[in-house]
């Protein structure tokens, strides 16, 4: 009886893939979406019509510099009846002029547990048991899976960098009820009516917010028959909801009795490369480069790249990275100097999902 096993050059037995027998639910195929904030950020909805911060950023290839953009504040005075005085005193006002200073200098790279940058990897002397695979092809593989890993987890920081760049307190009204007669969660006619009030509080457009969320946008879509969406063409419903967008990022961040109205381009996604002109190298054993990393919906973001191979120890190595900010439009009204018309908003309902008994 022939001994099937592998042995010092030998290879009998065929490696396959486990998604080409098992689909999309093992492990490597069971992650999806989650990239729904970016998306938004980068889509049309969000950029048309406004310059980029971004492009004033860049230089010279691989080069980026500093922007400073200037903006006066609201001009906030009263009325009073004031009766004549040829004498009377006045007081001056001056144009408060003021200035912004934007510099993009956080990097970010795959971390491990400690913080420090992680690269991909792969050992030809440990892989060459599974002979019928080529090495660099599997590699090229891995690499796409690691940049998929790389825009979902950028997608979840900026998720969570919303959260800290909204100033004023939750909102709270009672958005989700039950119905009596079937236990189901449904939700309130006048949620419309209360947006269009925050917009109003905000001396902001209510035509030009949008929703973002998790689980209560799902709810919100299925009540105003709309679709929830992570691309351009959102539809519009009869009851005036602004367009909504998912990510399944959010409840973990806000909480699931939540979301999130923001005007559009209320915030940029500004972003760098380094290893562009001058600074880009392609060599035999080495890469320093960009790259697009398609998004999903059409979209895509340019990172750096570095990819290298060692013949004297065997080893494939890779890692992206990108230097990027997010970018919030300054605030203030006459009202409140502190108002920016982003609002968390939350169901102040203790209704739960109905279990059966």
């Not at 109205?261 to 960009?290: N, R």
């Not at 900010?325 to 209704?351: H, L, P, R, S």
């Amino acid at each position: 009886m022939p001994q099937l096993s592998p042995t010092t050059g030998l290879c009998i037995p065929t490696t396959g893939k486990l998604m080409e027998y098992f689909g999309k639910n093992t492990p490597e195929g069971r992650e999806n979406d989650g990239l729904g904030f970016l998306q938004f950020l980068k889509s049309q909805a969000n950029t048309q019509g406004a310059k980029r911060l971004s492009d004033s950023v860049r230089g010279v290839p691989g080069k980026k510099r500093g922007v400073k953009l200037m903006y006066t504040k609201p001009i906030c005075y009263s009325i009073c009846a004031s009766p004549f005085n040829c004498l009377e005193e006045r007081t001056p006002y001056s144009m408060p002029i003021n200035v912004a200073e934007y510099e993009i200098e956080a990097r970010y790279t795959p971390c491990d547990g400690d913080g420090s940058p992680m690269e991909l990897t792969l050992d030809s002397a440990e892989y060459q048991q599974y002979c019928d695979l080529d090495d660099k092809s599997f590699f090229d593989e891995l690499i796409i899976g690691y940049d998929m890993r790389f825009m979902k987890e950028l997608n979840r920081v900026l998720v969570e960098m919303l959260l800290t760049n909204i100033s004023t307190s939750p909102k709270t009204y009672p958005i989700i009820a039950q119905n009596q007669l079937t236990g189901q969660r449904v939700v309130n006619d006048e949620l419309p009516i209360w947006l269009k009030e925050l917009a109003n509080e905000a001396k902001t457009d209510y035509s030009e917010y949008v929703i973002f969320g998790g689980q209560m946008v799902n709810l919100i879509a299925k009540k105003f028959g709309l679709k929830t969406s992570t691309a351009e063409g959102t539809q519009y419903s009869i009851n005036d909801i602004p367009p909504l967008y998912y990510d399944r990022n959010f409840d973990t961040v806000f909480g699931k009795n939540s979301f999130v109205m923001l005007p559009k381009k209320a915030f940029q996604f500004v972003d760098w490369v380094q290893y562009e002109g001058s600074k880009a190298f392609k060599g035999e054993k080495e890469i320093y480069f960009t790259k697009n990393i398609p998004l999903g919906n059409g979209s895509f973001q340019t990172v750096d790249w570095t990819w290298e191979w060692d013949p004297k120890c065997s080893k494939w190595k890779y890692m992206p990275s990108i230097y990027a900010e997010m970018v919030k439009a300054i605030e203030g009204t006459c009202a409140d100097d502190t108002t920016d018309g982003i609002f968390i908003v939350q169901d102040c309902n203790t209704t739960t999902i109905p279990t059966c008994q």
